[in-house]
């Protein structure tokens, strides 16, 4: 999905778990399911996650139908799983000032790569 359907989206399902109507919540949580389903780079959802899931989470405490909480189950996961792989990637890359530590830790004399 591209990342640009992102901000878009991001709000109308926001406001969708903070209806009253049962049906609203879980089509916003399908929604958000397949739509994280979607996600090719994890990276690209990263903006949006902080949003989503406690909203994702209120709604699925908030509402009655178990059937709905099931929806809201699975798509919290995904949602996790999202934020897992985001936090995973973040943590693998190296910064500017982690690799200039690093080179300078590795090469004699400590060159000046700034």
């Given at each position: ?8 989206l ?15 919540v ?24 902080p ?64």
């Amino acid at each position: 999905m591209p990342a640009r359907c992102f901000p878009v989206l991001a709000p109308l399902l926001v406001r969708g778990f903070r209806e009253r109507e049962t049906a609203t919540v879980r089509q916003s949580a399908k929604i958000t399911e397949n739509m994280s389903r979607l996600v090719e780079v994890a990276t690209e959802a990263e903006p949006l996650l902080p949003e989503l899931i406690p909203a994702l989470q209120k709604a699925s405490d908030a509402v009655s139908d178990p059937e709905c909480r099931g929806v809201c189950g699975k798509a919290h996961t995904w949602l996790a799983k999202l934020d897992k792989a985001t936090k995973e990637i973040r943590a693998l890359q190296l910064t500017k000032e982690k690799l200039v530590a690093k080179l300078q830790g590795l090469l004699p004399g400590k060159p000046n790569f700034s």
